[in-house]
């Protein structure tokens, strides 16, 4: 079985495209890790709509992940 060029093509595009992605999400979290430190146990109160933004948002990515991630909100605040 020959290999087309435009598969090893689109396969290392999908590879490239999957690490910006893991660096980008590295980021983020370390970000969020940042953030979450400054703010200490001070307490954040999410309006109506912030949380159903984030509501919609976790749901897609599901709460097991969303446990595993460095969150600063709990599941159960947004869910």
Request: charged share 30%; hydrophobic share 45%.
């Amino acid at each position: 079985m020959k290999t087309r060029p435009m598969t090893i093509l689109l396969v290392m595009l999908a590879g490239w495209i999957n690490r910006h992605q893991q660096d980008m999400i590295e980021y983020l979290k370390a970000e969020n890790a940042i953030l979450k430190e400054k703010l200490g146990k001070k307490r954040i109160i999410l309006s109506d709509q912030q949380r159903k933004t984030l509501a919609v948002l976790a749901k897609k990515i599901g709460r097991k992940a969303l446990d595993e991630i460095c969150c600063i909100f709990s599941p159960e605040t947004i869910l």
